[in-house]
């Protein structure tokens, strides 16, 4: 029942360093998607994914990057990390769009990622 | 424009009563999904419930249940005999013909015992 697993589940990075984010989900799920959270806010939408190969930006995408090699594997990419991107990073999935029918977006729990 | 409002930054209610958290959406299509999650103070986001643009009956899972008024264009979520386990953020959340999901900002829920 794995669902949606991404790691690390925490990590301190300085100014300056790159790191990955890995996401995997085992639901077969097309769409797949990589959020932000920062204190007291929502959610908000770094990069998605529609299936293997096509990926596009979301609302705050400076200062990262994906690929899509896999429908499995989503990992996002932080370069030349800043102190800006502290902050809770959720991977999710989904099957298709969200009006559809018993449709839901699942998380992965959550990277909590300090830049110092 | 697509939002979600969610007005109650927190909400306290007593162990055993009901308590029902406020969201409000706004757009334009016709065909949407609406979603609410609980994120414990241990970070994860925990689905609830679904409520379909065009499902006629409200949506209810166990203890939870969406008050779903579309002209009002509202989705308030409806928690039954609180427990204390139910303290934590709560997140409205609409999914429409798009990639995009759009959040609330959440509503902090304490449970009192």
């Known amino acids: 029942n794995a669902g949606v697993t991404q790691t690390p589940k925490f990590r301190i990075l300085k100014i300056g360093q790159s790191m990955t984010l890995q996401c995997t989900q085992d639901m077969n799920h097309n769409y797949m998607y990589w959020y932000r959270q920062d204190p007291g806010m929502g959610l908000k939408l770094i990069y998605y994914s529609v299936g293997a190969g096509i990926t596009d930006k979301g609302e705050v995408p400076n200062g990262y990057n994906v690929s899509r090699s896999t429908t499995e594997d989503f990992p996002l990419r932080l370069e030349l990390a800043a102190p800006s991107q502290t902050s809770v990073y959720f991977c999710?999935?989904?099957?298709?769009?969200?009006?559809?029918?018993?449709?839901?977006?699942?998380f992965g729990e959550g990277s909590w990622l300090t830049v110092v | 424009a697509q939002k979600i409002t969610q007005t109650q930054p927190g909400m306290f209610v007593q162990e055993k009563e009901a308590v029902t958290l406020d969201c409000t959406y706004d757009?334009?299509?016709?065909?949407?999904?609406l979603f609410w999650y609980k994120q414990p103070s241990s970070g994860e986001m925990i689905f609830l419930i679904y409520q379909g643009s065009y499902d006629e009956q409200n949506a209810t899972e166990g203890r939870y249940s969406l008050n779903f008024q579309k002209a009002r264009k509202s989705a308030n979520l409806v928690i039954s005999a609180s427990q204390l386990g139910d303290s934590a953020m709560y997140f409205c959340a609409m999914g429409t013909g798009t990639y995009k999901y759009i959040f609330g900002t959440g509503t902090r829920l304490k449970v009192l015992a």
């Open positions: 757009t334009s299509d016709q065909s949407y999904g």
């Open positions: 999710a999935s989904s099957y298709t769009y969200g009006d559809r029918s018993g449709n839901t977006i699942y």
